[in-house]
């Protein structure tokens, strides 16, 4: 087994792991933090296939992260900003209470 | 090495999602994160390596951290987890650990270039002219982005004028 291939299984499992997390908790932040994950696992790909793909190329991949990390922040802030509003008209976060989108 | 760095990131992240105290997700992701950053700078992408401890380890986790902080309820108000709740994290367990199966068999079954040849040479100069020549594009659209999602954040949490902070409007 190549060590491509144990990069793409680790960030198989990160995925996951966010992906279980994203559908489970009834947390909004918690449901936040499992995407950051599943993005953080995308961003593994990008850089285990830079390092390690059939053409490397000169900085593609590490480009591609950059993007990607500054994307994930705007999304952080918008989100946390969204469960703070949640949080202030609700005054709790759980998301299956939450089901109308006028407050 | 990888096996060590992969036990670093995935231990913590899957513990963080188990947790039911969310200062110890937000901490144990922490964990996670510098994992990410070690396997980047073990994979020779020293530049990402270091902007993920900054935007990750540094800026996101604050963030939560404040986000868990500003929303905090009582402790026990907090519900024990019922039937319905055990019956989506069943679920939810079930698709990942699918959506986990198709993707690994797919991965175990593709032919990858299994030599490992020397790390590509990146320095942070090629880099600077690799994002100011042919992405610059891309660049300036990643500003733009981040100034709205930065202005929408606020108008998202800023108080509603008339309303009485700490009370319902």
């Known amino acids: 087994m190549s060590p491509l291939h144990l990069c793409l299984l680790l960030s198989t499992g990160l995925f996951c792991i966010g992906l279980a997390g994203a559908l489970s908790r009834s947390n909004a932040i918690l449901v936040l933090l499992g995407i950051e994950l599943m993005l953080n696992a995308a961003n593994l790909n990008f850089i285990a296939f830079w390092r390690y793909g059939p053409a490397p190329s000169a900085g593609a991949g590490v480009v591609f992260v950059i993007f990607t990390i500054a994307v994930a922040a705007a999304e952080a802030a918008v989100g946390l900003a969204l469960v703070i509003a949640l949080h202030r008209h609700r005054r709790n976060l759980r998301l299956p209470e939450a089901t109308r989108l006028k407050g | ?169």
């Open chain 2, 1 to 169: 090495m990888i096996l060590l760095l992969a036990l670093l990131i995935l231990v913590p992240a899957a513990a963080a999602m188990l947790r039911r105290n969310l200062v110890h997700s937000a901490l144990l992701l922490v964990l996670s994160w510098a994992g990410l950053a070690a396997f980047y700078l073990w994979s020779g992408a020293e530049f990402v390596a270091f902007a993920q401890v900054l935007v990750y380890v540094g800026a996101v986790s604050m963030v939560v951290l404040f986000a868990v902080l500003l929303t905090r309820q009582n402790p026990d108000r907090a519900a024990p987890p019922d039937a319905a709740a055990r019956l989506r994290a069943g679920a939810a367990v079930l698709t990942a650990a699918a959506v986990g199966a198709v993707i690994g068999h797919a991965i175990l079954a593709t032919p990858l270039p299994a030599a490992a040849g020397a790390p590509p040479v990146l320095t942070v100069r090629q880099l600077g002219l690799e994002l100011m020549g042919r992405h610059a594009g891309s660049l300036l659209v990643i500003g733009a982005l981040l100034t709205v999602a930065l202005l929408g954040a606020v108008v998202l949490a800023a108080a509603e004028p008339g309303e009485k902070p700490g009370g319902k409007p």
